[in-house]
């Protein structure tokens, strides 16, 4: 069975840094989009930033743009979500998602996803 594994959330200051990790189990990331999602308790899902399979596209969030980072090592496998400047706000469950797709952009929509990661949490409070 494919499988995503989502590391690194945790309790931070506001201000502070995390950075998540999405690493694939049984299957190669090259091939696929890779997006981060969060939801918090009593809200919808939101997109939070994806890149493209060649790592030549990157999106993100508004809510997140110049303070959260995404890359990834397909040498290792995994997709990072650097996060700095967190604030209260960021607080929730973190998502990564894989869509099968070898060309194009990114989107922040959760629509096609092959695998879903069980998430991590991230709180972010003084």
């Known amino acids: 069975q494919l499988q995503l594994v989502e590391s690194g959330g945790g309790l931070v200051q506001p201000g502070g840094s995390l950075r998540l990790s999405c690493a694939a189990s049984?299957?190669?990331?090259?091939?696929?989009?890779i997006g981060w999602f969060r939801q918090a308790p009593g809200t919808e899902r939101e997109g939070v930033s994806c890149?493209?399979?060649?790592?030549?596209?990157?999106n993100y969030a508004d809510s997140v743009k110049g303070r959260f980072t995404i890359s990834r090592d397909n040498a290792k496998n995994t997709v990072y979500l650097q996060m700095n400047g967190l604030k209260p706000e960021d607080t929730a469950d973190y998502y990564c998602?894989?869509?099968?797709?070898?060309?194009?952009?990114?989107?922040?929509?959760?629509?096609?996803?092959?695998?879903w990661g069980k998430g991590t949490l991230v709180t972010v409070s003084s």
């Open positions: 998602a894989a869509t099968y797709k070898t060309w194009g952009t990114c989107t922040l929509v959760a629509s096609g996803v092959d695998v």
């Open positions: 890149i493209s399979s060649s790592g030549g596209s990157t």
């Open positions: 049984r299957f190669t990331l090259v091939y696929y989009h």
